[in-house]
C-alpha cells in the first residue's frame, strides 16, 4: 500500500472537512456527479488500488479513499480525497500546495457555474445573500475584499460556493438557507486556503449537501440500553 505523501496536510484538510460540513436530501438518482467521473453514493469498492487509490482513512480519521498527483485546470494537484460514509461515496477534495496562480484560476472557474455564498474564517462569517439584503448589492465588493484580506493574513479562509445562478438565489435569506433549501442535487464547492507551520495549502471540495442530510436522517440510529 503506498503511503500517504504528506500525513500532515491529511490531517489539518480532516479537520477542515468536518467543520464545513453542511449536510443532506436524498433525490431521485443516486448517479449524481461530484466530480468529473466520481459520483455521489458510489461504492468504496469502486475505488481500489487496480485504479491507484489508497486507504489514508487512518490519517483522515474517517474512512476515504486517496489518489495522488491528479490534474485539474491545467495543474496536478498533490491529492484527491473521496470521502465515505457506510461505504458510499459523499464528497471529493482536491488538495495541493497554494499557488496565487492555482488559486485565481480556481475562483475564476468556479464563478461560470457557481454563484459565492459565503466566506468564513475561524468564527467570522460574511453571509453575501444576507448581506445584500440588509445593505445592498454596492456593500459587497469592499466586504468581501476587506474579509480576505484580513483572513488571507491569518492563514485562514474559506469560500463557499453552490451549484445555482444568482438570480436563483435572491429568494433565499441567507446563504445557509439557499444551502438547504436548492435543488437536491446542487452541489456544494468550498475552497479553502490555509496556512499552517510556514505551510500554505489550497482545497477544494465538492458536495451534495441536500442528498448528505436526508441520508444522515435515514440512517438508523442505534440506541445504547442503561
Known sequence: MTPPRNPHLLRMIAALLVGLAVISVRAQAEETPLFRDLRYNSPISQFGTDRGYYDCSADLGYTARCLDDVKFLGHVFDTQILM???GRLRSVQLVTEFKPEIYAGLIKVLMEDFTLIMLQSGERRLDLIELTRKEGEAKI????????????????????????PGQALRRFPNGFEAITQSPPTTREADVVVKEENKEAWLGVTFSLPRRAMADMRNTPVTREKF
Open 141 to 164: 465588493g469592499p466586504r468581501v475584499a476587506e474579509f480576505e484580506s484580513v483572513s488571507l493574513n491569518k492563514g485562514d479562509l474559506t469560500y463557499v460556493f453552490i451549484e445555482q
Open 84 to 86: 465515505f460514509v457506510d
